[in-house]
């Protein structure tokens, strides 16, 4: 299995473009979500989504959006970027199991906005 | 809303010492609690967990942590730290009907040779 995987590992844009994060599990988990991580401030979430055509917003949803067509996929857009939204980006899978919603992240998308 | 509030931002301490990195959450409705770990530049992994049962965790790399209802608690605690500890630290709490844990800000391991 390759578990939780997120392209692109870095990018770089400017004010105003917009672009999507990719995410992709391939452990048929229920649960995805999206955090961001920025100095000082932990793990913030931003969208969540329980199954496939489900989606609700966390703690920091503005200027983002995502959908879920499919239990593998959770994609995130940033319709227009702002430089507030440089961060680092990990796409996270669970299920309601045994493991008790345990967290499983990919790699990390390393986003700057000039 | 759930909480959860890591204490220390930041932990130095020389090698071979024993450390604890303290965790602290607001709801104590039927939770599940863990420590995730993130090394320099990566993802995070998880460290243990606490689901039920035996209220003391262990991981395979000599970490432990302690549920206490009580206190509201899940500190980590390891006897002899290396080097190779340093990482940051993030303690996480799923509480009652939610589906996704909530994090602390996590807590940075430095281990001073």
């Known amino acids: 299995n390759a578990g939780v995987t997120q392209t692109p590992k870095f990018q770089v844009l400017k004010t105003g473009q917009s672009m999507t994060l990719q995410c992709a599990q391939d452990m048929n988990h229920e649960y995805m979500s999206w955090y961001r991580q920025d100095p000082g401030m932990g793990l913030r979430l931003i969208h969540y989504s329980v199954g496939a055509g489900i989606t609700d917003q966390g703690e920091v949803p503005n200027g983002y959006n995502v959908s879920r067509s499919t239990t593998e996929d959770f994609p995130l857009r940033l319709l227009s970027a702002a430089p507030s939204q440089t961060s680092v980006y990990f796409c996270a899978s669970s299920y309601a199991g045994t493991g008790g919603y345990e967290q499983y992240f990919g790699p990390g998308t390393r986003l700057t906005v000039t | 809303a759930q909480s959860v509030t890591q204490l220390d931002s930041q932990v130095p301490v020389f090698e071979e010492a024993p450390v604890e990195l303290r965790c602290n959450y607001s709801?104590?409705?039927?939770?599940?609690l863990f420590w995730y770990v993130q090394y320099p530049n990566q993802g995070l992994q998880l460290l243990l967990k606490?689901?039920?049962?035996?209220?003391l965790v262990k991981s395979i790399n000599g970490f432990e942590a302690e549920f206490n209802k009580s206190q509201t608690s899940f500190h980590l605690r390891k006897p002899s730290v290396h080097i190779s500890d340093t990482a940051e630290y993030f303690c996480a709490v799923k509480s009652g009907g939610s589906y996704i844990p909530t994090f602390g800000r996590g807590t940075s391991l430095i281990v001073h040779p």
């Open positions: 606490y689901l039920s049962g035996s209220t």
């Open positions: 709801s104590s409705v039927s939770v599940y």
